[in-house]
């Protein structure tokens, strides 16, 4: 009976996708943001979501990360109707946003930014500060990234360190969506390939994460299925051994389907 | 955060020489006569017990600069409660609430009007002191028609222990002890960081940056009632000059501790010794003989030379 429903629900998670976004419309005034777009996220998945600037990328987003409401559509979280009203509500679903240079106070410790507007107390509201330098230190090398002091201020920190301390910070929290928001903007090529195996890291931890990037390269590099918008429509949606960097590149610059 | 950052090392280093400059060089080692520490350690609080707000709001990314006006006011709200006969621990509760209560409007006038503080604690300078040159009419008002001496109100203000020990100087340390526990081991205090450090992560991370910072504005205005309680129990009486300056000589006191003025970075046991270094350098240029009149001059160089060393040092520190 336990083993039963025990893979009963295994093949419900395999099977319903983590996120479902039905028929998405989003209107700013008169402009048309989005229309009509169905997105899907798998559980344990990175996925490439890639467009030209103005495509909608962002917007789809911040639908589902709370900022934004839908003007129309459905979506569906672990199989349930929900209905995404603020950032807060996001994040106790599990999703949360990694935002570029938005998510880290620079002259603050590392393991106060990780903790930041979450911290462990001890008693009456005073943090336990032990508590935050060992679990930061602790979730920052399961990101196999080597920082020897979380007393540290970020500012010391490179940007593709700074991309990892704001990551550990919601693998700690135990998100089941991470959304990175163009992470390897402005990074060299070498931190770039850091951020991007932070990403591996996060899906070996069992977390499914979106991978915002202009950047085909990268986003051929790290993820396992892309999903094109262009002019706030859903151009395509390919698993990487169905298409190519050339491919992609194809599609986003002509606009157009095949 | 570590409260021995290379800035306050440099501020500790900056205080004892200057300390030793004035032991040694002061004639007759005067600075370091009994009466001389004892003058010291009745006036120090009075600045000391407005930068540790002014410095701790600071952190959040705001200023006040109508601290100058929320102590007079709150000193004559005193003077007339105690005029009226109001019980003693009324007068007490209601002149803190009086801090509070400008200190919650200024607040909100930053952070619903989205006005930078700058201005909007210019305007609330300002308005309070006309309303208050207009309600007092410019008289000063003495305290002991209205108050017996030796009364626990006046002893918890400035009372003395033992043989000559100022009150105040408990009090400022006591409050410094306070407002260290909160700004760098409570939760509280890394919300007051985060809110001047970078306020778009703090918002997206769930901190209520608007509550964080009316908080800060509130503890300001309570620590100015305070001390104009203090103020005015020492001077014995309400003087509608009173804390004139006060906003720029906090400010200054946490610059020299190594606060920035851009928010984020800052300290208590900074803010602290930042007033000690001020106040002594001071006292100790009155009495190796600078002009009384002229050491604001003074005063006003050692602030710039301290700025330039911390910009220098933190790029130093940064490398």
């Known amino acids: ?258 | 955060m570590r409260i021995f950052s290379y800035k306050i090392t440099f501020t500790i280093i900056v205080f004892i020489i200057l300390l030793l400059v004035f032991i040694f060089f002061t004639p007759n080692h005067i600075f370091l006569k009994t009466e001389n520490l004892g003058a010291l350690g009745k006036l120090m609080p009075d600045l000391g017990i407005i930068a540790l707000g002014a410095g701790t709001l600071m952190i959040s990314g705001e200023f006040d600069l109508s601290v100058g006006s929320i102590i007079p006011t709150s000193s004559f709200v005193f003077v007339k409660l105690l005029e009226w006969g109001a019980p003693l621990f009324i007068v007490l509760l209601i002149t803190l609430l009086t801090g509070a209560l400008m200190g919650t409007f200024n607040g909100l006038l930053v952070v619903k009007g989205n006005l930078p503080s700058f201005i909007a604690t210019l305007g609330t300078m300002m308005f309070w002191r006309g309303i208050l040159y207009v309600a007092c009419r410019m008289m000063p008002i003495g305290i002991r028609a209205y108050l017996e001496p030796g009364l626990w109100l006046e002893n918890m203000f400035t009372g003395t222990l033992g043989n000559g020990f100022p009150v105040q100087i408990l009090w400022f340390i006591g409050f410094s002890i306070i407002l260290g526990l909160i700004v760098h081991f409570h939760r509280f205090g890394n919300w007051i960081y985060v809110t001047g450090d970078n306020k778009i992560a703090a918002r997206a991370m769930g901190i209520n940056t608007d509550m964080v910072k009316t908080v800060c504005y509130i503890i300001v205005g309570v620590l100015c009632s305070f001390m104009s309680m203090m103020q005015a129990l020492r001077l014995e009486s309400f003087a509608a000059t009173q804390g004139i300056g006060y906003e720029l000589k906090a400010i200054a006191s946490s610059v020299v501790g190594g606060t920035s003025l851009m928010g984020g970075i800052g300290s208590i046991p900074g803010i602290f010794l930042g007033t000690l270094t001020i106040q002594i350098l001071e006292n100790g240029l009155i009495l190796m003989g600078a002009p009384v009149f002229g050491i604001n001059a003074f005063i006003g160089v050692g602030i710039i030379l301290f700025a330039i060393l911390h910009i220098n040092v933190e790029r130093i520190g940064l490398r």
């Open chain 1, 1 to 258: 009976m336990d083993s039963q429903s025990e893979i009963q629900e295994k093949k419900r998670k395999t099977s319903t996708p983590l996120v479902r976004m039905i028929d998405i419309d989003k209107f700013f005034g008169k402009v048309v943001a989005l229309k009509g777009v169905n997105f899907e996220v798998k559980e344990n998945e990175i996925l490439g979501l890639v467009g030209d600037n103005g495509a909608g990328k962002s917007t789809l987003i911040k639908i589902l990360s709370g900022f934004h409401q839908a003007d129309r559509g459905e979506i569906y979280f672990e199989g349930n109707k929900v209905h995404i009203h603020s950032p807060k509500y996001a994040k106790r679903l599990g999703i949360e946003t990694v935002y570029q240079e938005q998510a880290l106070a620079p002259h603050i410790s590392i393991s106060r930014n990780v903790f930041m507007g979450r911290e462990p107390t001890k008693f009456l509201g005073f943090m336990n500060r032990r508590k935050m330098d060992h679990d930061s230190l602790d979730t920052i090398s399961k990101l196999g990234l080597r920082i020897k002091d979380t007393e540290a201020a970020v500012e010391a920190l490179s940007g593709g360190q700074r991309q990892g301390v704001a990551i550990a910070r919601v693998l700690y929290f135990k998100a089941k969506l991470v959304i990175l928001d163009e992470p390897t903007m402005a990074l060299s090529v070498k931190e770039s390939q850091q951020v991007m195996e932070f990403m591996k890291q996060l899906k070996s931890e069992g977390i499914s994460v979106i991978f915002i990037t202009h950047n085909i390269f990268h986003a051929y590099n790290a993820a396992e299925r892309f999903f094109i918008l262009s002019h706030g429509e859903g151009l395509a949606d390919l698993k990487k051994k169905d298409t190519s960097i050339d491919h992609l590149i194809e599609l986003i610059t002509s606009g157009r389907r095949e």
